[in-house]
C-alpha cells in the first residue's frame, strides 16, 4: 500500500474534523465561511485519494463535485451573505469558546469510543478514519445548538452534511455519484434560500427603520 496514498488520506481527514473545531474557536463570519472552504477541499482531496488508489472513476467525479460545490461554490454564496448582512458575526453564542472546545474535544472522544467498534466491523486505513467523521457530525450538531445567527447555524449544517461524507466514503468508498448529486444540490439550495432570506430581512428592516424617521419627522 502506497504510503503517500495514507499520508494524504488521514492528513485530508484530519483537515475536516480540525476545520470544523475551529469554526467553534472563530467567531467572525469570514473566518467561518474560510474554514468550511478548507473542509469543502479537504474532503474533496479524500474522495479523489479514495478514487485514485482503487481506480474507481464515478469517486473521482464525486471528488471533483465536492471540490466546485462545498469547496468553492457554497463558500463564495455565504460569503456574499456576509457582505450584505454586517449583523451575521456571531458575538454571543450560547456557549462560550473556551467551553466549546472542551465539548469538542469531549465529543471527538466520544466519536473514537463508538467508532471504532464499528471499524472493527471491517479494518483498514480508511475505517479506521471513520470516527474523524461521526466528530465532525457532533461538532457541526453541537454548532446548531449553541449558535444563534443563521449563518452560524447554516455552517453548521454543512458540518454535520460534510461528517455524514467523509463517513461515507471512509466506510464504504463513496457513494453513487447521483446520491452524491442530489445531496450536494439539496445543501446548495438551502444556502440559496438563506441568501434570498437574509436580502429580504434586511431590506424589510431598512424600510421599517425609515418609516420610523419618518414617523419622528413629521
Known amino acids: 500500500m502506497s504510503s503517500t496514498y495514507v499520508?494524504?488520506?488521514?492528513?485530508?481527514?484530519?483537515?475536516?474534523?480540525?476545520?470544523?473545531?475551529?469554526?467553534?474557536w472563530r467567531r467572525g463570519v469570514g473566518?467561518?465561511?474560510?474554514?468550511?472552504?478548507?473542509?469543502?477541499?479537504?474532503?474533496?482531496?479524500?474522495?479523489?485519494?479514495?478514487g485514485a488508489h482503487?481506480?474507481?472513476?464515478?469517486?473521482?467525479?464525486?471528488?471533483g463535485l465536492v471540490l466546485i460545490v462545498k469547496g468553492l461554490v457554497v463558500p463564495a454564496l455565504l460569503r456574499r451573505v456576509a457582505r450584505r448582512d454586517p449583523g451575521s458575526r456571531e458575538s454571543n453564542p450560547r456557549v462560550n469558546v473556551p467551553s466549546s472546545l472542551v465539548f469538542a474535544a469531549a465529543l471527538t472522544v466520544l466519536?473514537?469510543?463508538?467508532?471504532?467498534?464499528?471499524?472493527?466491523?471491517?479494518?483498514?486505513?480508511a475505517t479506521d478514519l471513520a470516527p474523524l467523521g461521526l466528530a465532525t457530525v457532533l461538532v457541526g450538531y453541537f454548532m446548531l445548538v449553541t449558535r444563534r445567527r443563521a449563518v452560524s447555524k447554516i455552517v453548521g449544517l454543512l458540518?454535520?452534511?460534510?461528517?455524514?461524507?467523509?463517513?461515507?466514503?471512509?466506510?464504504?468508498?463513496?457513494?453513487?455519484?447521483?446520491?452524491?448529486?442530489?445531496?450536494?444540490?439539496?445543501?446548495?439550495?438551502?444556502?440559496?434560500?438563506?441568501?434570498?432570506?437574509?436580502?429580504?430581512?434586511?431590506?424589510?428592516?431598512?424600510?421599517?427603520?425609515?418609516?420610523?424617521?419618518?414617523?419622528?419627522?413629521?
Open 7 to 24: 499520508g494524504t488520506l488521514e492528513l485530508a481527514a484530519g483537515a475536516v474534523l480540525l476545520s470544523s473545531v475551529m469554526t467553534l
Open 31 to 50: 473566518s467561518l465561511v474560510s474554514m468550511l472552504r478548507l473542509q469543502g477541499l479537504a474532503l474533496a482531496v479524500v474522495a479523489i485519494d479514495l
Open 54 to 63: 482503487e481506480r474507481d472513476r464515478a469517486l473521482l467525479v464525486t471528488g
Open 111 to 125: 466519536s473514537y469510543v463508538v467508532g471504532t467498534r464499528i471499524a472493527a466491523l471491517a479494518p483498514g486505513v
Open 159 to 218: 458540518l454535520v452534511d460534510n461528517g455524514i461524507a467523509l463517513m461515507t466514503f471512509l466506510l464504504t468508498s463513496g457513494v453513487p455519484l447521483i446520491v452524491e448529486l442530489g445531496s450536494t444540490l439539496d445543501v446548495l439550495l438551502v444556502v440559496v434560500v438563506l441568501q434570498f432570506l437574509m436580502v429580504s430581512m434586511g431590506r424589510h428592516s431598512r424600510t421599517e427603520r425609515l418609516t420610523e424617521m419618518k414617523a419622528l419627522h413629521d
